[in-house]
């Protein structure tokens, strides 16, 4: 089933943001279907080239908020937005372009870009690049205009099939949406302070402690094996002492976006020059910049965020 949404009205661009490293928290994320060792090893994903600015959705999740105006050609892979087999709804938003003065997304724009559900294997071989089997299930088409709009939605449904595990991940959170707007900014940007502290300080195995659960999901969607996992860790927690330890920058510029149908919550970096990225983020001393994206969550009965994503 598909839905377009062409909007012939004022188009004031919401500026927000999505993007870069990953985490999360606590005991009660994970409800791991037993895992079949017969299955194949799937990844869904959304293939997309495009020529105009974009933000696409999963199920209200956004995985890619994509801001320049050069054409675009990507593969988002959809495994960490998606906890379990079922029916999944993908939305994009084309946004415009600057043209004589006025932003408009033109019929050209739409007929050169295209959309695609993807799902791969994971490849096992060496040296043999990540994916195997690569089969596109489904397209996405964009509705035909014949005139220029100041921007363009389209929604389509698809089905997941092939998943050999389920994650409870954010589906018994809390609706953050009942939450008091500015009580919940302050207590989001209270935990972003406290991540970013941690690590400006060097105190990576509490940051990566906080980030237990997601590191665990991780295992499962990635289908990464136990001695993978703890040399990833290492990795990691080396990466961050060189990136972060007294880098990291305030958290400023940002805006709260609210997810997942009040599920999720993150703040993003509202800046022209990276806006999508998120609120954590470090500036080395050659200029180099790196964005920790974090995703909170309140389990049902918790008095406090955890990181999920």
Known sequence: ???YFIVLVLYSLLISCTQQNNNSTTKKTITMVQKDSTKKEIIYGISVSIDTP????????????????????MGIELNKYILKNGTYKVKIKLLPVKRNDTL????KDVANSHIKFIQ???QREPKMGRSKNYKEIQKLPLPKIEEPVPFLEAEWEIEITDLPYELEGWSNSQDLR???KEVLKKEVVGFYNHLRDLLHTGKVDEYMQLLNTYYKDVDIFDYINKNKSKKDAVEIKQELLNEAKGNMQPIENYKL????????????????DDMGESALRTLEPDGT???????????????????IR
């Open 120 to 122: 791969f294997e994971v």
């Open 1 to 3: 089933m598909q839905k």
């Open 104 to 107: 408009l997304v033109s019929p």
């Open 178 to 180: 009942k939450i008091d």
């Open 289 to 307: 910049e790196y964005w920790y994206k974090i995703v909170l969550h309140k389990p049902k009965g918790s008095k406090t965020f955890e990181i």
């Open 257 to 272: 976006f609210i997810y997942a149908n009040g599920k999720l919550v993150t703040l993003e970096r509202i800046n022209n």
């Open 54 to 73: 974009f933000e696409l959705y999963v199920n209200d999740i956004a995985i890619a908020k994509e801001y320049s105006k050069a054409r675009k050609m």
